[in-house]
């Protein structure tokens, strides 16, 4: 099952309270519940349009940015949508022929994922796709809107970077 | 490994676009990559001071209003934040004391998970705990900038659930 699917809204935790109060938890669930419902559209349509999950599109995202190619190991790390096991990941994306393994330059020893050029023309394909999905859900977002919310969320992001209790992981 | 973690940003996506484009995009990025970074300060709060997953969390959650219990089919369908082996959760927090599996009201067929006493007073407690980190985590968003934004998020909110591709799934 996806997040946030079926009929219930996460906002119905805080059914019942007055309105104006506990705005910060309102905004945290208002935050989860909308990004979940992006989510599960855009695997959606990744799935019906492309054939692809989102951590195969999400891996493909990060060999694009990365012409020399990634070891797996670090391809690992910057996954960020999703976790998920790299190494079949790559082997199912290199067997349909997107990725190759290959040496790394400068040292025949270390082995790096790259996109292949069929890779680099599919994800470029997806990449512009999901922009146009982007711009499909917000359609009814005025452009004034769009640019307050972003200028208001990197405040929120700020705030909330400056409050981890990093190290104590 | 947690979402968005390590040293890479979502946005860095959007690195190198002009100022003014691709706003869609980038909102989308902004929200999941702040999304990312609360549910991980969330994960990692619940751990330290409850030893508790955010799974399990969410699981009480959802017995916390259903005060004559779920069955177990039911609970997973209302699990939002996250998937997960819902009668591995349920083993779990029974052997803690947590929760108990009981005959429904009125049908001693039907096996319903419910809350405990002890159970809906860490529930209770976690709640308590979970909003105030929401509260120091949004601490420097003024009062005003929170209301606007929950607003804002609203109308992109009602935008995506306008524009879903429905039963394609």
Redesign the interface.
């Known amino acids: ?4 699917s ?1 009929n ?1 809204d ?1 906002e ?2 805080v059914k019942g309270t007055p309105e ?1 109060h ?7 669930l ?10 599960q ?1 855009v695997r ?2 990744l799935r ?1 349009q492309f054939g692809m999950t989102l951590p195969q599109f999400d891996l493909m ?1 990060q060999l694009d ?1 990365e012409p020399a190619g990634l070891r797996l190991g670090e391809l ?8 998920g096991n790299v190494t079949g990941l790559v082997d199912r994306l290199e067997s349909d022929g997107l990725i190759s393994r290959e040496s790394a330059d400068g040292d025949r020893r270390v082995t790096v994922a790259r996109l292949t050029a069929k890779g680099r023309d599919t994800f470029a394909a997806m990449a512009h796709a ?2 146009g999905w ?8 005025e ?1 004034r ?6 200028r ?14 990093a190290g ?2």
């Open positions: 099952m996806d997040q946030d079926g219930v996460l119905i935790i104006g506990k705005q910060e938890l309102r905004l945290w208002r935050m989860l519940s909308t990004t979940n419902l992006i989510s559209e959606r349509r019906a995202a940015r690992s790390k910057r996954m960020m949508v999703t976790n999901h922009e982007l711009s499909d859900m917000l359609a009814d977002v452009p809107l769009v640019a307050a919310t972003l208001d969320l990197g405040v929120v992001k700020a705030s909330v970077a400056a409050h981890l209790t104590e992981d």
